[in-house]
């Protein structure tokens, strides 16, 4: 007996057949489902590597995450498995953080269909469910964005915001001013939408609709004075067990949505940390996962003036989604 090799598609390939509207697309499906339980996925087993020989105390370890899901897609049921090394040392090499791959099985056969980068499929799928989520919890009206970081996060997240919300203003704030000015003059120039470098974050945050928190911090840094009544944020940097970009004050404040549940009690240092304060109600934080506001179980904004805060963990429907998106447009030639 003989089996096919998967084919192996690059970033290139990733890129060209999952754009912004097909993206967002395919995030909203899987949430949803993710929500209706209509997926199979354990939460993500994660291994730390123990530090080289000789390495000094304190030096970073890598992570290994390994997570599998099945997906509900176009009537069929996809197999896929993300696996992915975090290593935080890599940015400086000129490498990505995340590095690994997502593998793509048939549902008719089960033989493997492609590998894909899962470094561009991380980007462009977190990217798009915050897109979903500011779709879902925004004010309708909202024209102005701020985006606080300037690195790969921060640029994919561009496209797919514009896509939701007719934004007027982009502001962005960066520990490294350059970096915020060099993001503003691309968007600029690729969107043609006004952007401004800020000098602090409280500048940036001051007036935005929606605020999108794209950092690497490992402690909050926006606060509840920060963040204006009725703004929208997603907090997509605190993707790892003790990372954190916003404050506990800011978190009890805001009516909270997750990816899924489990996920999040068991690795959301964003809701973990502030429930141990004391400073969380059990009976309405969180409210919800998104994939519920979407299916309309669950409540989403339900004030003009109230705060919401999407929580963006990642989960493996979402890289086995965004992964088949791109397999099935291939396949089709589109």
Request: proline share 7%; net charge negative; with cysteine.
């Amino acid at each position: 007996m003989r089996s096919e090799a998967p084919e192996l598609l690059s970033e290139q390939q990733v890129r060209e057949h999952l754009p912004p509207a097909t993206a967002v697309a395919a995030m909203r499906e899987v949430m949803t489902a993710v929500s209706a339980g209509e997926v199979v996925q354990p939460v993500r087993t994660v291994l730390r590597s123990a530090p080289a020989p000789g390495a000094a105390a304190g030096a970073p370890a890598a992570l290994f995450g390994s997570m599998p899901a099945q997906v509900p897609v176009a009537g069929e049921r996809w197999f896929g498995i993300k696996s992915v090394v975090v290593n935080k040392e890599n940015p400086r090499r000129g490498l990505p953080s995340h590095v690994g791959t997502v593998t793509v099985f048939s549902p008719d056969t089960g033989l493997p269909l492609a590998v894909l980068p899962a470094s561009v499929i991380t980007e462009l799928r977190t990217a798009a469910v915050s897109a979903v989520a500011t779709d879902a919890l925004a004010a309708p009206d909202a024209c102005v964005l701020a985006v606080l970081g300037a690195g790969d996060q921060a640029y994919a997240h561009l496209a797919p915001q514009l896509a939701v919300r007719p934004f007027e203003r982009i502001t962005v704030w960066n520990r490294t001013p350059e970096k915020a000015a060099a993001f503003a003059r691309w968007a600029e120039n690729t969107f043609g939408v006004e952007a401004i470098p800020c000098a602090s974050l409280h500048e940036a945050t001051r007036g935005a609709q929606v605020i999108c928190t794209t950092t690497a911090s490992s402690t909050p840094l926006l606060d509840r004075a920060a963040v204006d009544a009725g703004a929208h944020i997603n907090a997509v940097g605190a993707c790892q067990p003790g990372a954190r970009e916003l404050s506990s004050e800011l978190v009890a404040a805001a009516a909270v949505f997750l990816d899924e549940r489990a996920a999040a009690m068991a690795e959301a240092s964003e809701l973990l940390e502030p429930g141990k304060e004391g400073l969380l109600d059990p009976a309405r934080h969180p409210r919800g996962e998104l994939g519920a506001v979407l299916g309309g179980t669950v409540a989403g904004r339900t004030s003009g003036d109230e705060i919401t805060a999407y929580l963006s963990l990642g989960l493996a429907a979402q890289d086995v989604a965004a992964a088949v998106a791109v397999v099935r447009s291939v396949a089709a030639g589109t």
